[in-house]
């Protein structure tokens, strides 16, 4: 620095740093500000000596933390100055106080471009620098040329190339679009050849960011890169000052395999196998020694190594020597180094075929857990998460149960979660998980979330042959001394569901059991009380003969309760006590829960909100779909409105190196099904449901769990569009090539459903974006407002909407904002108008952008067929006559529909009523037939009385028969058309065609459960 | 009896802890460092002296270079935190002999620990009266009751004192000549606009006694407020005299003067304590004598030039003068150049305060001096942020001027030894908030 000779400067600056306290300061800085404004504004000008000296301060002042707004004129004009302290000075203070949109900029561009065309290198170095600390667009425009001549030049001294590249990468980086790179090609290549390092390591950063944007291009450069890194890896031509403890250049080896990882992969044989050479002298040549600095320095290299040796895919006997050097790595004693072992071990996962070898490391791993550093106990946690499969699940599983009780707090929850769901994932049989899961409760009662037990519920529920088993050891669990609030919720319930089953043992009769549970009351909370009642309801319905003792026990306990406080007890109290006189009948009512519809595990969807999206998690969790244990997985029936089990592989395209997605997709897939149909012998009795979109994969599908990863892989790949094809009842989905990152929450179609019934509500969610719809609908008018809520903190852009009306409906979206801003809704209306009777959608092609995801939703809007019609009550006088006036077809049009979803006769009533199809009780004498009316509006028919009768049989309540009149032969055709989809069951999956017979697909539709059964009253109670 | 203080810090500028007294365990001993985090190192500090932070609330003052921080986390008084602060502060300056600062602080720990013992119990204000105080707990620290020999001074008994019926004033006094001093002091708070009109305009005065008086005298006090004057009217059945009367808001006095009998006969009557005290305070809204009048002209004459004149008129009487008198017009922020021509005194521009600062020594009544400025600006990156115009401020002091035209009208001294007394009367008139929309 040439402070030397400024007095006033450095005057200043011990003043400042003698203040006692922040205000002292400002007021110092306050008239300092002010002296230096009085000097620039001097009308005899200033000395080059005192502008520098001022400008210094002002720099000084600003690097403080104050505002200087003023005198950037003063800076700039600094630059051009001849002596190198001012121009220094000049550069400094343009390059910190000024940002790229500065107009003063400009003034400077063409002395800045005469200091790096001109001869002197310390300038071009300033200039060079300062150019490259701004990086704006005008700069990038008119000097980009100029830097790049001068990153080419033979003339010049390493040291102003060494900037020039530097420079060139952060014009690159901030306008990849005003830097012309075409032809950079060659360039790039005859750099590579550079011999001087320092050169080099800067080119190999541009280099990267160049192969970054566009790899294709530059697959020239992949053998230099190749010829580089052998030269550093066999320190050939070296200079010692490049040499880092003993590592040639290890900053240039870890950027050259970084831009090796951006090229797909290494086609020429030669080129591949020196590559490997190299990457094989690292991995053999790295080792744990006693400095720090250089540890850390070959750990880079090793690690980048590492990185490219899972990028490059190498033969397995590269992978296990990978694994056995990481082995060696969590076996040291040295805390970071046994934390990036188990790190990188977790991000090998990536690579399949190296979980043979890492389970070789099982042992160790698990000592790990036991570390005294927390994030390498963590870091081990993942890892065994990670690596756990069918074979080694109990081991880990048993392990972590193992840890728990010695773990600190700070991990048992996610300990918990996780044994939970390796456990559920990866059972060898159902037994064993009920264990696994209740053993869990014993120990970290207070970690154990409710959809851990809820699960259990239902995998006991669902599987009878378990029912016993669970019931016994929950008996068993409850035998204990101190138990858990959570175990008495599990236990209750099933020992309530189930007891029964034990009946004979000893010590299990139904009054054994009702004191066990008994004595559990007074230690439980509100919460727990009422699985409490409910289980004493079904002790008391099981206990057969009836026993008058127990029955006197459990109606006192539901009396005493009867006036609790809380209202779901008391209410259930009341409601057990009335039911339990009612004696035999009470065996109707309280009958044993139905069967759970399998969903999705709450488990792992929790695991996977919770998680951070980082490359290794995610790869973790393509494994994760790929070895689902068929033991539980087989026993879910897939529901007809069954959301698509397990995960999507959307997230895959979260993992580091994009280009791997693909291959490794159909792997996985390939990978899962020989192994389910290595296990396929354990399957029980069950057969998969016809549910899953199975047929796509021909003769497999009859797997049941694959089918489901299949299928939730194609939704993720199609995105919305796949969905909505699906439920418009084709089940040939349409694969694009695009890849929708971004998956809906919640099913577009049911939302859609439930939107054509009521008026306002959310159409479309994602993680991003939320639209919601509002809408009036007056005789054939239609008001929709659509509410575009942006759900982030950073704004949406390319906000796109366009509405394709069908011929029946004009349709008006006013404006729809390009961005819509963080945490912000936009409103925007739509004006629909019905012109004719017409059952096709409206859809809203929706796209908008985040970051670089474009996301792009085709939502069907509700302005359905029944929005237009309004319920209206006729009279026997009205309707006779006009039923007869309507005589035959078209206007009258009579079918008889087969395949009607079976529904009691009230239900039907509600549904047509729910869509303003008005029905008028007592027109017709039998009972069975129902005969409703409403009117319809349209621009062309205006409004039309339309009358509806449906005959159904009470034998087959499969089929009816529907006769509907109206003026308009359209109407008329339409309508019937209309409630006919609504009427008729539409499978969500067509049958599969199955070649191969052995064990044909039976349908097993989920039992509709009608609202009124006093079952699903329970249910919904629990 | 509300809490007022869990704790208590007194810091210096930069933040560290001098002193700190915990009353209750309700608070951490680590908030301070919140309160320094979190306040002391923003740019809020002094905006707001009432903060909460994480469920504590912390009461901030600042006085000379001493910060003094009470934090609390029930929900306390602050207007009696506050005025704890305020009378523990004007203890400390007469036990320290008028300076209270950092140095004098550090210089009385062992005593300020003793006070703060004895001046809150559990977070509850106690006993403040330097008198009571200085009584028995000395500068010398802690007397034994045997070592001391049964002296010329009685022993004081702390409870007579305190529960006695005169609790502010001990018996026996003796004085070779006895003096009265009676000081009112006022200031004016002002806020004007540009046109001249009054915005607001309030006076704030009180009235400050010495008494070296012996033994236990009885004073009564004559002022020309309405209340008084009414009441004395109605006694002697005259009319009230054409003069002014002053209504007077807000009076709070000492509680040595006697309410009951100034709720029956209007008078203000005492037994004052030994030494200074502060009689009474009280307010005035209505019938303020401004003392100046203020006429600014600033005009902006482009991006980098502005012009300023200011005229202010003394309206006090001619006889009488200001003393002090210091207008600052507040410039913008990139003044970079300044020339002044002034009738009388000297201007100059501070630039740590953004202000021209015009300094009169001596202002006589009934003149009008003038400055008239031509600031130049310097060209600044943001242009768009247009300048806020703040209001002109003056400080000055008028003695012998009240801005509220109160007036002592009597001060008699009654003793039943019957000796004469020599009473002084002086008034002065402070600048409060005294400011000028320009």
């Not at chain 2, 207008?327 to 990139?334: A, D, G, S, W």
Request: charged letters at 20%; hydrophobic letters at 40%; proline letters at 6%.
């Amino acid at each position: 620095m040439t402070m030397h000779g400024m007095r006033g400067l450095s005057v200043f600056i011990s003043d400042i740093r003698n203040c006692q306290n922040k205000e002292q300061e400002r007021l110092r800085v306050d008239k300092e500000l002010g002296n230096v404004r009085t000097r620039f504004k001097n009308e005899k000008g200033l000395t080059p000596y005192e502008k520098k000296k001022y400008v210094w301060k002002m720099l000084y002042i600003y690097m403080l933390g104050y505002d200087v707004d003023f005198g950037h004129m003063e800076a700039v004009s600094l630059i051009s100055a001849p002596k190198y302290p001012e121009k220094q000075v000049g550069y400094i203070v343009t390059s910190c106080l000024l940002n790229e949109n500065h107009d003063f900029l400009r003034l400077a561009i063409n002395t800045v471009r005469n200091d790096i065309i001109g001869r002197n290198e310390t300038f071009q170095c300033l200039a060079l620098t300062m150019v490259g600390n701004i990086g704006g667009r005008e700069f990038a425009e008119s000097l980009a040329p100029d830097v790049q001549k001068l990153l080419l030049s033979s003339s010049c001294r390493p040291l102003v190339r060494k900037k020039a590249a530097l420079c060139l990468l952060r014009l690159f980086r901030k306008n990849p679009d005003v830097v012309n790179v075409d032809g950079w090609v060659d360039r790039m290549a005859q750099l590579l050849d550079e011999r001087d390092l320092g050169v080099l390591t800067s080119s190999m950063s541009l280099l990267v960011a160049l192969v970054s944007n566009n790899h294709e291009a530059y697959w020239t450069c992949l053998p230099k890169c190749v010829k580089i890194l052998e030269r550093l890896a066999r320190n050939q031509d070296v200079p010692q000052e490049y040499t880092y403890y003993g590592i040639p250049s290890p900053w240039l080896q870890v950027k050259t395999m970084r831009a090796l990882q951006y090229f797909p992969t290494v086609e020429d044989p030669n080129t591949r196998r020196t590559l490997f050479e190299v990457l094989q002298r690292i991995l053999m040549g790295t080792d744990v020694v006693k400095n720090v600095n250089k540890n850390n320095a070959s750990h880079a290299v090793l690690f980048e190594a590492l990185a490219l040796v899972m990028h490059l895919d190498a033969e397995k006997e590269m992978m296990s020597q990978c694994v056995a050097l990481l082995g060696k790595f969590i076996a040291v004693r040295e805390p970071n180094i046994r934390y990036l072992g188990l790190e990188n071990m977790t991000r090998m996962l990536m690579v399949t075929d190296v979980q043979e070898i890492i389970k070789r490391h099982q042992a160790q791993i698990i000592t790990s857990l036991k570390d005294p550093d927390i994030s390498i106990r963590r870091r081990a946690l993942d890892l065994l998460y990670g690596m756990c499969d069918v074979t080694n699940a109990k081991d880990i599983v048993e392990e972590l149960l193992q840890y728990l009780s010695s773990a600190d707090f700070a991990m048992r929850e996610e300990l918990s979660l996780k044994a939970a769901i390796l456990a559920e994932k990866f059972a060898p049989d159902l037994s064993w998980y009920v264990d696994v899961i209740l053993q869990l409760i014993d120990k970290a009662g207070d970690f154990i979330s409710d959809d851990i037990w809820f699960r259990v519920v239902q995998f006991v529920t669902n599987n009878d042959d378990l029912q016993l088993y669970a019931a016994a050891k929950a008996k068993e669990y409850l035998d204990k001394p101190a138990v858990h609030e959570t175990m008495v919720k599990v236990s209750a319930y099933i020992l309530g569901e189930y007891s029964h089953l034990l009946a004979r043992r000893l010590g299990c009769s139904p009054k054994e059991i009702f004191s066990i549970l008994h004595e559990k009351l007074p230690t439980v909370s509100t919460t727990t009380i009422p699985i409490l009642l409910s289980a004493y309801a079904k002790i008391l319905m099981h206990a057969q003969p009836p026993d008058q003792e127990l029955q006197n026990q459990i109606w006192a306990i539901f009396n005493k309760y009867e006036s609790c406080i809380d209202a779901e007890i008391q209410q259930r109290a009341v409601e057990y006590f009335a039911l339990s006189r009612k004696g035999a009948a009470l065996m109707d009512i309280l009958a044993e829960m139905p069967k759970f519809p399998e969903r999705q595990s709450s488990l792992i969807k929790k695991a996977e909100d919770g998680e951070v999206d980082t490359a290794e998690q995610s790869a973790i969790k393509l494994r994760a779909q790929q070895q689902m244990s068929n033991a539980l997985v087989v026993t879910d029936q897939c529901p007809a409105n069954g959301a698509p089990p397990a995960v999507s592989v959307g997230q895959l395209s979260l993992v580091k190196v994009p280009s791997m997605v693909s291959t490794e997709d159909h792997n996985s897939t390939d990978q899962s099904l020989s192994q389910e149909n290595g296990t396929l012998s354990k399957v029980d009795s069950q057969p998969p449901s016809a549910d899953l979109l199975g047929d796509l994969l021909g003769p497999l599908a009859i797997e049941g769990p694959p089918g489901a990863t299949v299928q939730s892989e194609r939704n993720a790949v199609s995105g919305l569009k796949g969905v909505l094809d699906a439920v418009d009842g084709s089940a040939i989905v349409p694969v694009e090539e695009h890849t929708n990152t971004v998956q809906p929450i919640g099913n577009i179609a049911e939302r859609f459903h439930a939107l054509c019934l009521k008026d306002s509500g959310v159409l479309y969610e994602d993680p991003y974006i939320q639209i919601g719809i509002k809408a009036e609908w007056r005789a054939h008018h239609g008001r929709l407002v659509l509410f575009l809520g942006n759900k982030n903190t950073a704004p949406l852009i390319s906000v796109q909407a366009v509405i394709l009306p069908p011929a029946h409906l004009k349709m008006e979206l006013s404006l729809v904002p390009d961005t819509i801003p963080p945490r912000a809704q936009v409103q925007c209306p739509l004006e629909i108008v019905n012109l004719k009777p017409s059952r096709d959608v409206a859809v809203l092609d929706f796209s908008y952008k985040f970051g670089a995801n474009m996301v792009n939703a085709k939502l069907r809007l509700p302005a359905v067929l029944n929005k237009f019609l309004q319920p209206i009550p006729v009279s026997a006088e009205e309707f006779f006559p006009q039923w007869r006036s309507l005589s035959g077809p078209p206007l009258k049009l009579q079918e008889v529909v087969r395949g009607v979803r079976p529904m009691p006769l009230p239900d039907m009533v509600n549904l047509l009523n729910s869509f303003r199809l008005m029905i008028c009780p007592g027109l017709d004498p039998n009972p069975n037939n129902l005969v409703a009316s409403t009117t319809f509006y349209s621009e062309h028919t205006r409004a039309m009385l339309c009358l509806i009768r449906i005959e159904t049989d009470p034998a087959d309540r499969t089929q009816l028969r529907m006769t509907l009149a109206s003026g308009d032969p359209t109407l008329t055709f339409e309508l019937k058309e209309f409630i006919k989809e609504q009427l008729v069951s539409i499978p969500t999956a067509p049958w599969a065609p199955v070649p191969a017979p052995p064990a044909p697909p039976v349908a097993q539709p989920t039992p509709q459960i009608p609202a009124n059964d006093p079952a699903a009253v329970l249910a919904g109670l629990m | 009896m509300p809490v007022a203080a869990s704790a208590i810090y007194f810091l210096n500028l930069r933040g560290d802890v001098l002193i700190n007294r915990l009353y209750r365990d309700d608070v951490g001993g680590n908030m301070v460092d919140a309160f320094r985090m979190h306040i002391m190192q923003t740019k809020e500090l002094g905006t707001c002296p009432v903060r909460q932070i994480g469920g504590c609330s912390f009461f901030y003052m600042r006085i000379s270079n001493v910060y003094i921080v009470i934090v609390v986390s029930s929900n306390a008084n602050v207007a009696c935190a506050f005025k704890f602060v305020v009378e523990a502060v004007a203890l400390f300056k007469s036990y320290f002999g008028g300076a209270f600062d950092e140095d004098a602080i550090r210089n009385n720990f062992v005593l300020i620990y003793e006070l703060l013992d004895e001046i809150m119990d559990f977070g509850y204000p106690q006993n403040l009266s330097p008198e009571i105080l200085k009584l028995y707990i000395t500068q010398e620290g802690v007397r034994s009751p045997f070592s001391s020999k049964p002296s010329d001074k009685p022993v004081p008994n702390a409870t007579l004192q305190v529960t006695g019926a005169v609790g502010w004033r001990r018996e026996g006094l003796v004085y070779k000549k006895n003096e009265v001093f009676l000081d009112i002091v006022e200031s004016v708070n002002l806020l004007m606009s540009s046109k001249g009109s009054v915005l607001r305009c309030d006076v704030t005065g009180k009235i400050l006694m010495k008494c070296f008086l012996s033994g236990m005298p009885d004073l009564k006090l004559g002022l020309n407020d309405k209340i008084g004057l009414e009441k004395e009217s109605q006694l002697k059945s005259r009319p009230a005299k054409s003069g002014k009367t002053i209504e007077l808001d807000d009076v709070t006095f000492h509680q040595c003067v006697n309410l009951t009998r100034f709720n029956s006969e209007k008078t203000v009557s005492f037994v004052p304590p030994d030494g200074e005290f502060e009689l009474m305070k009280y307010r005035i809204t209505e019938g303020v004598n401004l003392p100046f009048r203020v006429l600014p002209t600033i005009k902006e004459l482009g991006r980098t030039r502005m012009e300023v004149n200011v005229k202010v008129k003394s309206v006090f009487g001619a006889k009488m003068f200001a003393l002090g008198v210091v207008i600052k017009i507040p410039v913008p922020k990139q003044t970079a150049k300044t020339s002044f021509q002034v009738t009388s005194g000297r201007a100059k521009y501070n630039a740590a305060i953004d202000c021209l600062v015009w300094k009169i020594r001596k202002f006589p009544g009934q003149t009008e001096p003038t400055l008239s400025a031509e600031v130049e600006l310097i060209s600044t990156m943001t242009e768009k942020k247009s300048w806020t115009r703040p209001p002109i401020q003056m400080e000055f002091q008028v003695p012998m001027f009240t801005a509220s035209g109160l007036r002592v009208r009597f001060l008699k001294v009654w003793e039943k030894s019957g000796y004469n007394t020599v009473e002084w009367v002086r008034y002065i008139t402070k600048a409060g908030s005294y400011e000028i929309r320009c």
